[in-house]
C-alpha cells in the first residue's frame, strides 16, 4: 500500500516537474517582469489569428502559403510600457529569428514585428499593408502603433527604397527609416548584403533606448554569434509620444499574388534589459521548399505554363515553318533535271532582290515585273523578271528553248542566267544590264546625255545581229515578236541588246490560233499582222525598221503629243521629207548636226526598206547586215516606191489598227506580244 502511495506521488511529481520543464514560455512569460524566451513555439499560448499557426516542429507559422492572406500573432498579455501612468515609455530590447519560404526569388509581401495598443487586426489589409494597416488608418496618429518591417516588395505610394529592405514605422507603412537588408561587418564596417527571400533563418535584433529616444534595428545571419556593433537601421523616435501605456507585442504578415510562408523561428523580450540570449543551433529548422508545395507549384503554375509555352512554340515553329515553305514554295518536275544548272532557287531569288522590294524595281514590262538583284553566293548582278504563268502546257518547250539560247551566248541578245518556277509564276533571271533600257537613253530629260551617232548606230548594228541569230543563226527560226526601243538594253559598254526574246511563246500554247488575238506594240505592227495575224521573221524586220528609224530621228513611232492635231506617225513623216528631198532633217535634231551623213542615210534608209507595207518587199536581217556593212549596195527609193508605201501605210494603219492606236495610245506599251518559233529548218 505503502509502497503504491509513494509511486503514485512520485509519479505525480515527476508529471509536475515534467510539465514545467516542457513548457518554457510559460516559466519564462514574466509578465510583470516583462520579459519573455520562445525558443521555438511548440506549446506556446500564443494569441493566434488568420492564417497563423505553430507547425508540430514549433515553428510559428504566420501565413501558409495561401495568396492575399494575413496571418497574425501575438504575446497573450499586454504589456506595461511605462513604469508609470505618467512617465515615458522604458527601454526595451526584442530578438527574433524568422525565415521567409517562397519558390523563387521572389516573394510577397513581408512581416512585422509590432507593438500595438490592440491584438485585433482583422480591420487590416493583407498584401501591401502587412496585415498592419489598412487603406484609411495607414499614417493616423492614432493608430499608436510601433512595428519593423521586413518588406520584400517595393510600394512606391509608402516610398519603399527596394523590394529586400528593413524600416521602423510609426503608425504609417511609410517607414520613418529604412535600410536595405543587411549587417555591418564589425571588422571592417563594410555593409554585406542579405536577402530576405534567401529562403535561410536571420536574426534581428530592435532596441529601444528609452533616454536617447532612440530605436536600432540590427541583423545578421542565424551562423553570426554576437549581434553587429553598428545597427542596420536606427532612427531618433520618442515613442512615449507613439505608444499607449498598455500595448500588445506580436508579428503580422501578409501575402500578395505570391505564394509565400513567413516563419517565426524564436523570439525574446525584456523591458530594461538586453533581450534574452536564444541559442539559435537549438530552434526549430525552417522548412526547406515543401514538397507538397513544390509539387502544388509544378501542377498549378510550371506545368501549365510550361506546357503552354510548349504549345506555342511548336504553334509558333510550326506556322514559320509553313511560312518560309509557303514564301518559298517552288514548282519543280522531273524533266527540268537536264536543266538543273539553269534553275534557280526562289529563296536566293527572293534574298537577292530583297524580297522583291519596290525599291529594287527596274521596270514594268509587257510581261510582268523586273526587279534588280544581287545573288547571295556569287554577289552576280542580276535582273530578275517575275512572269505571271499559270498552264503547265508548252513550259518544257519553252524553257528548253529559252535556256538553249541562253546557253549559246549572243553578245547581242540579253544574256539569260536561269530560272525558277512556282505556282502560276515563272522567273526569268538575266544578267543585269547597267544602263537599261534605250528608250529611256532615248527620250530621257538629261540632255548632256544624248546617244552619240557612233552609239547609235553601233546600237542598230547589234540589234540587227542579234535579230539575224535569232532568225538564222539558231537551229531553230525565232520570232522576237516585240522589238521596240525599251525592249533594247544597253550593257556597260553602251552595247544595244535585245531582251525579252521567245517571251511570248509561252503564251503561243492552247490557244486557239483563230481567236489569237495578235497584239504586238502599236507603232511596230507590220501591216500583214491585221490580215494574217501570223508572225513571221518579216514581221520582225518591219518593227526593225521602225526601230532603226526611231533611233536615227529620235522620235516615237507614234506621236501623240505632237502638235499638230493628228498624230505623227513616223514612217509617213519621214517618207514626207523624203518626197520634199529634205531627208536629213529627220535625223535627231539633238545630235545638233554631229553625225556622219553616210551612215545616217543609209539606216534612214534600212528603216523605210524595212518597214515597206509589202512583207515581201522588204529585206532578210542576213541583207539589212550586208547593207549595214557595206557588203551589198542598197537598192535606191524611188519616189514612186515611196508614194505607195505612203498609201499603202495610211490604209493599213486606218484599216487594221486604228482601234489599238485609239486604245493604247502608248507606243512603249505591249499589248502582250506573241512569238512564233516554226518548225527546225
Ligand atoms: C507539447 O505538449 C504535448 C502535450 O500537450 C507534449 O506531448 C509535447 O511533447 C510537448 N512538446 C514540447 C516541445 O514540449
Ligand atoms: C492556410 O490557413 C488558412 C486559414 O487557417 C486555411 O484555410 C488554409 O487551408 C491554409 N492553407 C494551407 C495550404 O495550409
Ligand atoms: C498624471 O498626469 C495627469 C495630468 O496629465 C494628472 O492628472 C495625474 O495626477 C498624474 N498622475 C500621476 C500619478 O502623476
Ligand atoms: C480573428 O480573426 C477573425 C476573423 O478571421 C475575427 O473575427 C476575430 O475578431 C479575430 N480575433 C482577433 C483577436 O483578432
Ligand atoms: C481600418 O482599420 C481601422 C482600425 O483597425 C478600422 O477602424 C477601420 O474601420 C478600417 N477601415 C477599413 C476601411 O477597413
Ligand atoms: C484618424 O483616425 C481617427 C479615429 O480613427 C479619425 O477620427 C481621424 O479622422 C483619422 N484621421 C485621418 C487624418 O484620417
Ligand atoms: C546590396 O543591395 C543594394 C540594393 O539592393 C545594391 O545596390 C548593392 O549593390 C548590393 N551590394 C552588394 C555588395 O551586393
Ligand atoms: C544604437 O546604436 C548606436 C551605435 O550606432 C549606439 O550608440 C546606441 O547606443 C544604440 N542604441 C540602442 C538603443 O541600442
Ligand atoms: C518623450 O516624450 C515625453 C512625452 O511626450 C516627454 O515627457 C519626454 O521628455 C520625451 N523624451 C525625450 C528624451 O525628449
Ligand atoms: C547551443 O546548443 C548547442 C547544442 O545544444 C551547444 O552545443 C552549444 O554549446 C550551445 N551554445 C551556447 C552559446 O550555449
Known sequence: M?????????????????????????????VDNHRFVYSGFANASLTLNGTASV????????????????????????LRLRDSPNSTVQSFSAFFVFGIISIYDLSSHGLTM???????????????????????????????????????????????????HVGIDINSL????????????????????????????????????????QVNVTMATLDMATKPKRPTVSARHNLSDVLKD????????????????????????????????????????????????????????????????????????????????????????????????????????????????????????????VYKGVLPRSRLKVAVKRVSHDSKQGMKEFIAEIVSIGRLQNRNLVQLLGYCRRKGELLLVYEYMPN????????????????????RFRIIRGIASGLLYLHEEWEKVVVHRDIKASNVLLDDEMNGRLGDFGLARLYDHGIDPQTTHVVGTIGY??????????????????????????????????????????????VDWVIDKAQKGSFGDTVDASLEGRYDVGEASLALKIGLLCSHPFANARPSMRQVMQYLDGE??????????????????????????????????????????????????
Open 114 to 164: 509590432l507593438v500595438a495598443p490592440s491584438n485585433d487586426f482583422s480591420k487590416a489589409t493583407a498584401v501591401q499593408y502587412l496585415g498592419l494597416f489598412n487603406g484609411s488608418n495607414n499614417g493616423n496618429t492614432t493608430n499608436n502603433i510601433f512595428a519593423i518591417e521586413l518588406d520584400t516588395w517595393p510600394n512606391s505610394e509608402f516610398g519603399d527604397i527596394n523590394n529586400n
Open 174 to 213: 511609410s517607414s520613418v527609416q529604412s535600410h536595405p537588408a543587411g549587417f555591418f561587418n564589425d571588422q571592417d564596417g563594410t555593409f554585406k548584403n542579405l536577402s530576405l527571400t534567401s529562403q535561410e533563418a536571420m536574426q534581428v535584433w530592435v532596441d529601444y533606448d528609452r533616454e536617447k529616444t
Open 246 to 369: 498598455v500595448a500588445y507585442i506580436g508579428f503580422s504578415s501578409s501575402t500578395g499574388k505570391i505564394h509565400t510562408r513567413h516563419y517565426v523561428l524564436g523570439w525574446s523580450f525584456a523591458m530594461n534589459s538586453p533581450a534574452p540570449v536564444i541559442n539559435v543551433t537549438m530552434l526549430p529548422k525552417l522548412p526547406r521548399n515543401h514538397p507538397k508545395d513544390s509539387r502544388f507549384w509544378v501542377l498549378e503554375i510550371v506545368l501549365p505554363v510550361a506546357t503552354a509555352a510548349v504549345i506555342l512554340s511548336l504553334i509558333a515553329i510550326a506556322f514559320l515553318l509553313v511560312r518560309r515553305h509557303l514564301r518559298y514554295a517552288e514548282v519543280r518536275d522531273d524533266w527540268e533535271m537536264e536543266f538543273g544548272p539553269h534553275r534557280f532557287s526562289y529563296k536566293d531569288l527572293f534574298n537577292a532582290t530583297g524580297g522583291f522590294e519596290n525599291k529594287n524595281l527596274l521596270g514594268v514590262g509587257g510581261f510582268g515585273r
Open 632 to 681: 551589198i549596195e542598197l537598192p535606191g527609193l524611188s519616189l514612186e516606191l515611196l508614194a505607195l508605201m505612203q498609201n499603202e501605210g495610211f490604209v493599213v494603219q486606218n484599216e487594221g489598227f486604228d482601234p489599238y492606236i485609239a486604245s493604247y495610245p502608248s507606243s512603249t506599251t505591249s499589248i502582250g506580244t506573241m512569238s512564233h518559233v516554226s518548225g527546225g529548218r
Open 2 to 30: 505503502a509502497m503504491s502511495n509513494m509511486k503514485s506521488t512520485s509519479l505525480l511529481f515527476l508529471k509536475l516537474l515534467y510539465i514545467l520543464l516542457n513548457a518554457p514560455s510559460i516559466i519564462a512569460g514574466d
Open 436 to 455: 537599261g533600257s534605250l528608250d529611256k537613253c532615248l527620250y530621257g530629260k538629261k540632255d548632256n546625255d544624248v546617244l552619240t551617232w557612233a552609239q
Open 55 to 78: 507547425t508540430p516542429s514549433g515553428l510559428l507559422e504566420l501565413t501558409n502559403g495561401t495568396i492575399m492572406s494575413m496571418g497574425h500573432a501575438f504575446y497573450p498579455a499586454p
Open 525 to 570: 505592227l507590220a501591216p500583214e499582222l491585221a490580215r494574217s495575224r501570223n508572225a513571221t521573221p518579216l514581221t520582225d524586220v518591219f518593227a526593225f525598221g521602225i526601230f532603226v528609224l526611231e533611233v536615227t530621228c529620235g522620235k516615237r513611232p507614234v506621236d501623240q503629243q505632237n502638235t499638230q492635231d493628228s498624230q505623227l506617225v513616223l
